[in-house]
């Protein structure tokens, strides 16, 4: 039995409404006006599929029974119609990339970067390789690599810059603790020796209490209120509280948060990747 065909912009206007709840905002998200969206709806139930889709309520409208069972299609049939189109009109988009990045920017940054590109190009495979930024130099294998740099030793592409700052668990009096115990990143970092250093110039006597190459665990066990952390002041939570010098504790430089690009990997897979990790940081 020969069935009529559904226009992939029948489809998306009719997930537009669904989405809106009318067709008046609809009309605005496919860019055509409301009586447009009218004809093609009218189309869609009456001369392709013979079923009502709406039940209308003044300017609101809901789905029918059949109407929810053809939402669910109509967003797989999109889905793999973008997908069809982004890999027949560009080829050069499917393969893989990888990227190097601190453990601290998985956390903040890097799922909403992926996601965004994810979308955009859905058969792009992106390994994502974790390790510190000192680790991540020495690395030859890796696209793009996102690492943290002193002021005066910038490398690479500013993303973003940084202030470091101080916090603590509410409650966690740092004026009762001597020495202060401190939950750092190993001695490698030089985010930690900015902070001993800083500590040693204030004559403030510290321990390194905590010690671990992850900012999840830094962060949990300063949460837990067993000591005082030094971090970039995005990759904070908002329950921890910031200190500085009202607190008795001496100020710290800022970072500056940089890309590398491996001069002997170029695609444009490498270059959209490294606009949307740009961007990303930039938001």
Same mark, same amino acid.
């Given at each position: 039995?020969?069935?009529?065909? +559904?226009?992939?912009?029948? =489809?998306?206007?009719? %997930?537009? +409404?669904?989405?809106?709840?009318?067709?008046?905002?609809?009309?605005?998200?496919?860019?055509r /006006?409301?009586?447009?969206v009218?004809?093609?709806? !009218?189309?869609?139930?009456?001369?392709? =599929?013979?079923?009502?889709?709406?039940?209308?309520?003044?300017?609101?409208?809901?789905?029918?029974?059949?109407?929810?069972?053809?939402?669910?299609?109509? !967003?797989?049939?999109?889905? =793999? #119609?973008g997908?069809?189109?982004?890999?027949l009109?560009?080829? #050069?988009? %499917?393969?893989?990339?990888?990227?190097?990045?601190?453990?601290?920017?998985?956390m903040?940054? +890097?799922?909403? *970067?992926?996601?965004?590109?994810?979308?955009?190009?859905?058969?792009?495979?992106?390994? %994502?390789?974790?390790?510190?930024?000192?680790?991540?130099?020495?690395? &030859? $294998?890796?696209?793009?690599? *996102?690492?943290?740099?002193?002021?005066?030793?910038?490398i690479?592409?500013?993303?973003?810059?940084?202030?470091? %700052?101080w @916090?603590?668990?509410?409650?966690?009096? *740092?004026? &009762?603790?001597?020495?202060?115990?401190?939950?750092?990143?190993?001695?490698?970092?030089?985010?930690?020796?900015?902070?001993?250093?800083?500590? $040693?110039?204030?004559? !403030?006597?510290?321990? =390194?209490?905590?010690?671990?190459?992850?900012?999840?665990?830094?962060?949990? *066990?300063?949460? @837990?209120?067993?000591?005082? /952390? @030094?971090?970039?002041e995005?990759?904070?939570?908002?329950?921890? !509280?910031?200190?500085?010098?009202? $607190?008795?504790?001496?100020?710290?430089?800022?970072?500056?948060?940089?890309?590398?690009?491996?001069?002997?990997?170029?695609?444009? +897979?490498?270059? /959209?990747?490294?606009? #949307?990790i740009?961007?990303?940081?930039?938001?």
């Amino acid at each position: 039995m020969n069935y009529p065909s +559904i226009e992939t912009d029948l =489809l998306r206007t009719f %997930v537009a +409404i669904a989405d809106q709840g009318g067709f008046t905002r609809a009309a605005e998200v496919v860019n055509r /006006t409301q009586s447009a969206v009218s004809m093609q709806m !009218r189309k869609l139930e009456e001369d392709v =599929l013979q079923r009502r889709l709406f039940e209308r309520d003044g300017r609101q409208v809901r789905l029918t029974a059949e109407g929810q069972i053809l939402l669910g299609f109509a !967003r797989r049939i999109l889905k =793999l #119609h973008g997908e069809v189109m982004t890999t027949l009109r560009e080829p #050069h988009m %499917v393969g893989t990339v990888r990227i190097g990045t601190p453990d601290d920017y998985v956390m903040r940054f +890097i799922p909403g *970067i992926l996601a965004g590109f994810a979308k955009a190009y859905p058969l792009v495979q992106v390994d %994502v390789h974790c390790e510190p930024t000192a680790g991540l130099l020495q690395r &030859q $294998d890796l696209d793009l690599t *996102i690492v943290t740099r002193e002021p005066g030793n910038e490398i690479g592409l500013p993303l973003r810059r940084e202030r470091f %700052v101080w @916090a603590e668990a509410p409650g966690f009096d *740092i004026h &009762q603790r001597d020495p202060l115990p401190l939950a750092m990143f190993n001695t490698s970092c030089f985010l930690s020796e900015w902070a001993r250093r800083a500590l $040693d110039n204030r004559d !403030r006597g510290y321990r =390194l209490a905590y010690s671990s190459p992850s900012l999840a665990a830094l962060l949990g *066990i300063v949460k @837990a209120g067993l000591a005082v /952390t @030094a971090q970039l002041e995005s990759l904070l939570p908002s329950e921890l !509280r910031r200190l500085g010098e009202a $607190d008795g504790m001496p100020d710290l430089p800022s970072c500056s948060i940089e890309l590398l690009r491996n001069p002997r990997s170029a695609s444009p +897979i490498i270059d /959209t990747l490294a606009e #949307h990790i740009a961007e990303g940081f930039r938001q």
